[in-house]
């Protein structure tokens, strides 16, 4: 089981990045996914999720309204667009799946560092 997540980077405020997490070693589209983050000296935190069965999502309220969430089953990825980005979003971000949203995350990728700077 693996899963692998990219896309991070330095972005100035205001701006945009996609992270994408691909998935392996299991059948993917059988498990809701969801991205979380961590700052340094702050607990992780659960950002999104989206369910395996109809694609419902849900979103924490410091992302709602700024981060996307979507799934490909084809490609086993899990992409999160993430706009209107601001400084405290400067985290390590990290996926994972679980058998449904709402229920604790089993499967973890290794992260992604996103920092937002001007």
């Known amino acids: 089981v693996q899963l692998q997540a990219s896309g991070g980077g330095l972005v100035q405020p205001g701006g945009s990045l996609r992270l994408s997490c691909v998935a392996s070693?299991?059948?993917?589209?059988?498990?809701?996914a969801g991205w979380f983050r961590q700052a340094p000296g702050k607990e992780r935190e659960w950002l999104s999720c989206?369910?395996?069965?109809?694609?419902?999502?849900y979103y924490g309220d410091s992302v709602k309204g700024r981060f996307t969430i979507s799934r490909d089953n084809g490609k086993n990825t899990v992409s999160l667009q993430m706009n209107s980005l601001k400084p405290e979003d400067t985290a390590v971000y990290y996926c994972?799946?679980?058998?449904?949203?709402?229920?604790?995350?089993?499967?973890w990728g290794q992260g992604t560092q996103v920092t937002v700077s001007s």
């Open positions: 994972a799946t679980t058998v449904s949203c709402g229920t604790e995350f089993d499967f």
């Open positions: 070693g299991f059948t993917f589209r059988d498990y809701a």
């Open positions: 989206i369910s395996s069965y109809d694609g419902s999502t």
